[in-house]
Nanobody, 115 residues
Framework: VQLQASGGGLVQAGGSLRLSCSAP?????????MGWYRQVAGRERELVAEIIKEAEWNYASSVKGRFAISRDNAKKMVTLQMNSLKPEDTAVYYC?????????WGQGTQVTVSS
C-alpha cells in the first residue's frame, strides 16, 4: 500500500466527513488521474469522484452537488469533502492514482452513515 487514506468514520445522515489521501511525491507528481472510489460488499468498486490531469473533474451522479474532490500539490494529497451524507453512501472508500502504466491504491477507509 503506497497511498495512505484517512478520515472515515460513523456519521448521521445529513452530516459531513472529509477523507484525505497522501501519496509519495514520485507517485503524486506523475499521476494523470487521482480519485476516490467506493465499494459495498458483494458489489463492484465504483467511481465516486476523480480529477484528470488537473483539468477535468468527474463525479458519480449520486454524489454531485454533495461531494467535492480537490488536490493539494504541495502536500501531495487528494481530499474528498462529503456533505449531506446519506445511508446509501455507506461503503469502504478507496483513493486511487494512475500513472500509466501503473495504478496505486490506498488501504480503504470505512464510511458508515446512520439513518
Amino acid at each position: 500500500v503506497q497511498l495512505q487514506a484517512s478520515g472515515g468514520g460513523l456519521v448521521q445522515a445529513g452530516g459531513s466527513l472529509r477523507l484525505s489521501c497522501s501519496a509519495p511525491g514520485s507517485i503524486f507528481d506523475m499521476a494523470e488521474v487521482m480519485g476516490w472510489y467506493r465499494q459495498v460488499a458483494g458489489r463492484e468498486r465504483e467511481l465516486v469522484a476523480e480529477i484528470i490531469k488537473e483539468a477535468e473533474w468527474n463525479y458519480a451522479s449520486s454524489v454531485k452537488g454533495r461531494f467535492a474532490i480537490s488536490r493539494d500539490n504541495a502536500k501531495k494529497m487528494v481530499t474528498l469533502q462529503m456533505n449531506s451524507l446519506k445511508p446509501e453512501d455507506t461503503a469502504v472508500y478507496y483513493c486511487g492514482m494512475r500513472a500509466d502504466p501503473y495504478s496505486y491504491w490506498g488501504q480503504g477507509t470505512q464510511v458508515t452513515v446512520s439513518s
